[in-house]
């Protein structure tokens, strides 16, 4: 075990995956000559040459379709957008070709393609910058969905990515790329997509979450724990295929659930959740669900408009003693 | 050409009885594109088009019971029966679909021409679209990346002069539509889409052009649907006039070239006529071949969402289709 930063931990990944198998390669804005916009592909250039290491033009829609046919014909394309803002303009790629091109053919034409980078929101970079993309991913089938929110599930969840045979969404965190952690550093180890991990376990409460938010429910788990309520913070990991066994286990053990995610309330990923909850754990619930998400604005710029928007930590635990009856 | 011609007429008829659904764009018209261009390929290089595809499919070799299957939806279909007119694929082939999004496969065929240079190959991809795709972004910034990096892909715009039911001159400020390869450093050739030698001989340069020197070349056909943009509308009547259609129709390809084979002693009457019954006789034979094929089991709808080893791709009931957990 290693300690090392979320962004080392990717570079690793990407690293050892791109010595393992020829048929990798790392495309997109930035990616090469600058080290990646947020320098999670730094010193590959250096090591791995301009063939494997691409530089596009600014020119989202292209270079995602540029990696649907590279994966046609057998390649292994990471697609690097460099937030996942800008991949708006490259949806049509994504969805339509490489969500599709699978089931279209009848299996004649596999996706074996990962689109990757940092999703949802920094610090004051407004409205256009600051969005978190889980839902509109999640939605699709023929797309797998990952969002870590540690350095070990950031290396193990990309390599699995990149080996896996069908498009892969990996939604990374901007702000997470500084936090550090314990990483293995055996190259063999991947984190299995579609497999949650009980980042905490208590028994009060459940809050289910993913990606960034990890860091918020684990720091309200601390909050909560000081005041005697010990909760079980379940790590998706995975939004799509979804662990629900997971939460399902850990559903019956507590008898009540919080949802934590970065993007809006409406059609969110935490609708599915508690839709999943309602349906398999309705015996097992002492209280309705409760979500915890982005105010339902753009984001605005104003640092204490923007910290009125975002769910955090205060909000959670207000959220988990709200679902166990407790007054402030 | 006869076949492509006798085939989709009896799809035309088809989908009049209701035995082909959805979206169907026929090629008629267009079918020297196909042949001319299809002679010239190795069987290792790929070709990828947009939903007017079943000509070219066939001109590629795919047979017509499996493309006649497919827009049948039946299970012996080239996508199954899961793809349908839109979205004929055969990786037998390399032929690469059958893409339903204007311009979206666009940069598709230069993510092959990438694949085919960091293998260090000399296949092409052939790219077909129709003229108005060069007005969507995906046209433009495909073209620059394969330009860019010296990829072997030959784009083919099958200029017919309407997308959908809007006339060229109401959509595209540059009608001469070739004139869009300078801004990629590009070479562009207009060639009669009607011709099928034309057609050979032009594609046939840029084809190598892409195989020796790898450099993408913009291919300008002009040609003819002698039909509607889709079974939907009629082939003249609302946006196009019956006389100008009339007019085009005196250019048939094959009218062209039967008459060129006939005077060049190449061909006799005799011989087309049986050419011809057999283009028929073969036509009734998919039709009679989709018509009797199973359609596509239950638990196909499944299938193939995702690529995974047997067990995670498990069938799931048919009676839960569509009901979640």
């Known amino acids: ?328 | 050409m006869l076949m492509q011609r006798r085939f989709e007429e009896r799809a035309a008829e088809a989908y009049a009885i209701g035995k082909i659904g959805g979206f169907c764009h026929l090629y008629i018209g267009q079918e020297a594109v196909s042949t001319g261009t299809m002679a010239l390929l190795r069987p290792d290089d790929y070709v990828i088009t947009a939903y007017r595809d079943h000509g070219l499919a066939l001109a590629r070799g795919m047979t017509e019971r499996e493309v006649m299957a497919e827009l049948f939806g039946r299970a012996a279909g080239c996508s199954g029966g899961k793809g349908g007119s839109m979205h004929l694929f055969d990786r037998k082939l390399n032929f690469l679909g059958g893409h339903g999004i204007v311009g979206g496969h666009i940069p598709i065929a230069t993510g092959v021409g990438f694949a085919i240079k960091y293998r260090g190959g000399d296949q092409v991809c052939i790219c077909f679209f129709g003229e108005a795709a060069v007005n969507i972004g995906a046209f433009h910034e495909a073209l620059n990346m394969a330009s860019l990096w010296n990829l072997p892909v030959v784009f083919v715009i099958e200029n017919n002069r309407y997308g959908m039911g809007t006339a060229i001159g109401r959509s595209t400020a540059q009608q001469d539509v070739v004139q869009r390869a300078a801004s990629y450093a590009m070479t562009g050739v207009s060639v009669d889409g009607q011709d099928v030698y034309a057609v050979h001989n032009d594609i046939g340069v840029a084809i190598e052009r892409a195989r020796k020197e790898h450099r993408p070349t913009l291919v300008e056909v002009r040609t003819t649907r002698f039909m509607g943009h889709s079974m939907s509308d009629a082939a003249s009547g609302t946006y196009r006039s019956k006389e100008e259609l009339d007019e085009s129709m005196q250019r048939d390809p094959i009218v062209l070239l039967k008459t060129k084979m006939l005077s060049e002693g190449m061909l006799t009457e005799d011989e087309y006529k049986k050419m011809d019954d057999e283009a028929k006789a073969s036509a009734q034979d998919s039709w009679d071949f989709a018509d009797a094929a199973p359609e596509p089991a239950p638990e196909e709808l499944f299938t193939h969402v995702l690529n995974e080893s047997p067990e995670s791709n498990a069938p799931v009931e048919p009676e839960l289709a569509g009901v979640a957990r």
């Open chain 1, 1 to 328: 075990m290693t300690i090392m930063t979320y962004r080392d931990a990717l570079n690793q990944a990407l690293r050892e995956e791109l010595k393992r198998d020829e048929s990798v390669f790392l495309m997109g804005e930035e990616v090469a000559e600058y080290n990646g916009a947020y320098k999670v592909s730094r010193g590959l250039l250096d090591e791995f040459g301009p063939k494997r290491i691409v530089d596009t033009p600014i020119t989202e829609l292209g270079f995602a379709g540029v990696g649907v046919g590279a994966a046609m014909v057998g390649l292994r394309p990471v697609i690097e957008f460099m937030t996942w803002n800008f991949a708006l303009l490259a949806t049509d790629q994504v969805v339509n070709a490489a969500a599709k091109m699978s089931y279209m053919s009848n299996g004649q034409f596999p996706m074996p393609m990962v689109f990757r980078g940092p999703n949802g929101a920094a610090l004051q970079l407004a409205a256009q910058h600051s969005q978190a993309w889980d839902s509109w991913y999640a939605h699709i089938p023929g797309l797998k969905v990952v969002s870590p929110g540690t350095p070990a599930d950031a290396k193990g969840l990309l390599k699995a990515a990149i080996r896996d045979n069908n498009p892969v969404i990996v939604l990374e965190g901007e702000m997470l790329y500084n936090t550090k952690g314990e990483v293995d550093e055996n190259p063999d180890l991947i984190v299995p997509i579609g497999k949650a991990e009980l980042k905490r376990e208590g028994d009060k409460c459940t809050i289910v979450t993913y990606g960034k938010m990890v860091l918020v429910a684990l720091k309200a788990a601390d909050q909560l724990a000081k005041e005697g309520v010990n909760v079980d913070v379940l790590d998706l990991r995975t939004i799509r295929p979804m662990d629900i066994d997971a939460i399902a286990n850990s559903v019956a053990k507590t008898n009540r659930a919080v949802v934590v995610e970065e993007g809006w309330e409406m059609c969110g990923v935490g609708a599915q959740v508690v839709d999943f909850i309602q349906r398999e754990c309705f015996d097992d619930l002492d209280a309705p669900v409760v979500r915890v998400h982005q105010a339902d604005v753009p984001m605005p710029y104003a640092k204490n408009l923007e910290k009125l928007a975002k769910p955090d930590t205060a909000k959670t635990v207000a959220a988990v003693k709200r679902v166990m009856y407790l007054g402030d």
